[in-house]
């Protein structure tokens, strides 16, 4: 069983829907929870990040962790087609440790 | 915010030759500079991780006599893929992160190997 589990998909969407994410783990050491996007053939970029279980917000974007279940989640409110792209989950135990990563969910949102 | 510069983005190397990918911390210090490997499709799977000054630790089944590490400065850190195999051909992706900071792992913008 791997630390992370993450639907690949491919996941596609209308504009305008609401997306939402999510990762199941085993390792109850993991603090810190990130998510990722990538673009084709481009490196990760920081989406949103959390620390323990709770929720944050950034603008259309909500990181939600559960830890009590092990599963996080991401949504997207009014998606763009421009959010076409594969979202990773991230997390670690803190103190500088390796990310483990999840296998990334593609997203296409289509006009 | 944190940048880190990756170079080349895309190099084409025959069998039998070695490559070398830089990766830099253009306004931060890196004490931690991570390199990964990624398949089409696939997720990101963790090659080494270095310390500044120190010798890479590798991960399970990655051979260090192949991938040859340095991070000699708090800036730089550079993967050296030596005698390349059409096997080797991926997408590699270095992180570097900043002493102290449980969320500041910036990634580069990757290089594409293709071996022929």
């Known amino acids: 069983q791997k630390e992370v589990e993450q639907d690949p998909g491919p996941l596609s969407v209308p504009e305008g829907a609401i997306v939402s994410l999510n990762c199941t783990y085993s390792?109850?050491?993991?603090?810190?929870f990130m998510w990722y996007r990538q673009y084709s053939r481009k490196g990760p970029e920081l989406l949103m990040y959390t620390y323990s279980s709770g929720n944050k917000e950034d603008g259309r974007f909500t990181a939600q962790v559960d830890k009590s279940s092990k599963y996080i989640s991401l949504f997207i409110r009014d998606s763009q087609p421009s959010d076409s792209a594969t979202y990773l989950c991230?997390?670690?135990?803190?103190?500088?440790?390796?990310?483990?990563f999840g296998t990334g969910t593609q997203l296409k949102v289509e006009l | 915010g944190a940048v880190v510069s990756q170079h080349p983005s895309w190099v084409i190397c025959k069998s039998g030759t070695s490559v070398k990918i830089e990766c830099r911390s253009l306004d931060f210090q890196a004490t931690t500079m991570f390199w990964y490997r990624q398949f089409p499709k696939q997720s990101l799977m963790l090659m080494a991780t270095s310390n500044e000054g120190s010798k890479a630790t590798y991960e399970q089944g990655v051979e260090k006599d192949k991938f040859l590490i340095n991070h000699a400065s708090l800036t730089l850190s550079t993967l050296t893929v030596t005698s390349a195999h059409p096997e080797d051909s991926s997408f590699y992706i270095c992180?570097?992160?900043?002493?102290?900071?449980?969320?500041?792992?910036?990634f580069g913008s990757g290089t594409r190997l293709t071996v022929v």
């Open positions: 991230a997390m670690s135990p803190g103190g500088g440790n390796k990310l483990t």
């Open positions: 390792n109850s050491a993991f603090q810190y």
């Open positions: 992180s570097a992160k900043a002493g102290g900071d449980n969320y500041g792992y910036t």
